[in-house]
């Protein structure tokens, strides 16, 4: 049995806002614009092909920053270079499969021309889509096998609208300038470590009587003649994080104080366990600059056990199925969490996603059981957009779920619950023709969290011994061809022949549905599709 449990330390990040006076304010504007400027330097000899490791020297006395401060650039680079090179290959892996597909309608075109009305046409399209998303996959291996990479500071979309400018609200060329220029320069980044002063000697914090902090950051030398060496930022408000950053802080604190003589001479080097490193990240937006403190946090003790049996979480596009189940795989109790973030801004989605994962997470604290949630790369489900009606589209477009996962990992970290990720493959089909027809109550959603919960202990969900009585879309049940294991193939091996027949059952039962009720049936059968499992 695999134990469930959470990584040692992990990342996080807090923000609030700065009240900066005007000085303050012209000094960060000062510092993004020209570590900005350093960066994009960098990124043109990274370009050029010259090893950025190597002109590090180079860099600190043409402009004048510190060992620090281009070290924090340059990691900064590093992580946007990184980022793109992994979209490219997400991106090459969504082109091949478009044209797989577009060769397979090809295909079947070419096979039934006379039964298809315009085929010259309709095989005219196709030809073209294909020759257009062959020469996108040449042109991005290309760039992949040389390790090219595009980045825009400041953003394509501002970029392009210079193109346009009555249309985008710039009555001339200048107007667009300096807001481009505006948009390249709006954020600068302070690498901590742990062996520096409070965590970061760019900027280094202190804390006042009323919990709020001071920020004494290192100014570049290139604007030390106008701001001296450093500026303090007095004050700041911590809005969110708040104990986190003051553990770190005293953390920090702590290691300081066992670095002295006195402290060394008594205890040693105990001082190297001790320290976290906090970076800070300077934004600025149409009201003020933003502070981001990111730090990492060591694990709490674990408040769950899998002795106890396990709850498992099936994420779907308008609520969070839950289903727990006991140590043996056994039903126990099922419900589902609202959460729809279709047709919300960012902010309420962030709130209604925040709300049902804490319902989730008080109720393993209650139960004690950890959470299993499905390892799903929901880039895969986005390439069946196309055969999806209209609403399904937008429904799973909007569909926030790296957010969803984002904050159940967060969430059972903080609070010491145990967290496992399976593949989900055929559960929401074994959960519903295998669970679906003994547990009544169970929904299809329900029944797949049933199987993911299950899958934690390693079940092998052998083939039921009845295939009638499987719930279809419309509240009733269906029969399914009886189906026997094919010995030396793996049971998904069979599992995928009944999702073929369940798939052909469910089809021609909205034909024939729909057929009897007309055109009205179709907001009725709406959720159909989604039921079918992937």
């Not at 992990?10 to 993004?32: C, G, N, P, S, V």
């Not at 505006?182 to 470590?193: A, I, P, W, Y």
């Not at 906090?278 to 694990?299: A, C, H, M």
């Amino acid at each position: 049995m695999p134990i469930v449990k959470q990584p040692e330390r992990k990342i996080f990040t807090y923000q609030t806002r700065i009240r900066a006076d005007a000085i303050q304010a012209k000094f960060l504007e000062d510092t993004a614009t020209h570590l900005s400027q350093v960066e994009r330097a960098l990124f043109a000899d990274y370009s050029r092909g010259k090893n950025i490791l190597k002109i590090k020297s180079e860099y600190l006395s043409r402009y004048g920053i510190t060992a620090r401060q281009f070290n924090a650039i340059r990691i900064n680079l590093e992580g946007k270079l990184q980022s793109i090179k992994a979209i490219q290959v997400d991106n090459l892996r969504v082109i091949t499969h478009k044209i797989n597909k577009i060769s397979k309608v090809i295909a079947r075109i070419e096979k039934n021309k006379s039964h298809i009305k315009n085929a010259h046409h309709v095989l005219h399209q196709k030809k073209r889509s294909l020759a257009i998303q062959q020469h996108k996959q040449g042109a991005l291996s290309s760039k992949i096998a040389s390790g090219k990479v595009s980045l825009c500071f400041g953003g394509k979309r501002l970029f392009n609208r210079q193109y346009h400018l009555k249309k985008n609200g710039y009555s001339d060329h200048a107007g667009w300038k300096e807001d481009w220029h505006q948009s390249r320069c709006q954020q600068f980044f302070l690498l901590g470590s742990k062996d520096e002063a409070m965590g970061n000697q760019s900027g280094v914090a202190t804390l006042n009587p009323d919990s709020s902090i001071n920020l004494r950051i290192r100014v570049p030398d290139h604007l030390s003649t106008v701001y001296g060496k450093y500026v303090t930022l007095e004050n700041i408000t911590l809005n969110h994080g708040k104990a986190d950053i003051l553990a770190a802080l005293a953390e920090n604190s702590l290691r300081k104080s066992l670095a002295s003589k006195a402290e060394m001479a008594k205890k040693g080097d105990l001082f190297k366990s001790h320290g976290v490193a906090i970076n800070y990240r300077f934004v600025q937006d149409d009201k003020s600059w933003r502070l981001f403190i990111i730090l990492e946090k060591p694990t709490v003790t674990s408040k769950t056990d899998q002795r106890r049996g396990a709850i498992g979480v099936d994420i779907n596009v308008s609520h969070l199925s839950v289903t727990e189940i006991d140590h043996k795989g056994n039903y126990r109790r099922a419900f589902d969490i609202p959460l729809s973030t279709y047709g919300k801004s960012r902010s309420q989605s962030l709130a209604v996603i925040g709300d049902a994962v804490s319902r989730l997470a008080a109720y393993a604290l209650e139960t004690g059981k950890p959470i299993v949630i499905e390892a799903l790369d929901f880039s895969e489900k986005k390439k069946a957009l196309n055969t999806r009606n209209k609403k399904k589209c937008r429904q799973l477009s909007a569909f926030a779920y790296a957010s969803i996962i984002q904050h159940i990992r967060a969430k059972t970290f903080n609070l010491g619950i145990g967290l496992a990720a399976v593949n989900p493959a055929y559960s929401s089909l074994i959960g519903r023709v295998k669970f679906g027809r003994i547990y009544t109550t169970l929904s299809v959603h329900q029944a797949a969290a049933l199987v993911i919960a299950r899958r934690l202990f390693r079940y092998s969900e052998r083939l039921p011994h009845c295939w009638d009585h499987i719930p279809d879309n419309t509240g009733g049940h269906l029969t399914l061809p009886v189906l026997v294991k094919i010995p030396r193939r793996h049971i998904w091996h069979t599992w995928a022949t009944v999702m073929k027949n369940l798939q052909k059952a469910l089809a021609a039962q909205y034909r024939m549905f729909k057929q009897r009720a007309g055109p009205s049936f179709d907001k009725w059968f709406d959720d159909a599709d989604q039921q079918i499992p992937f």
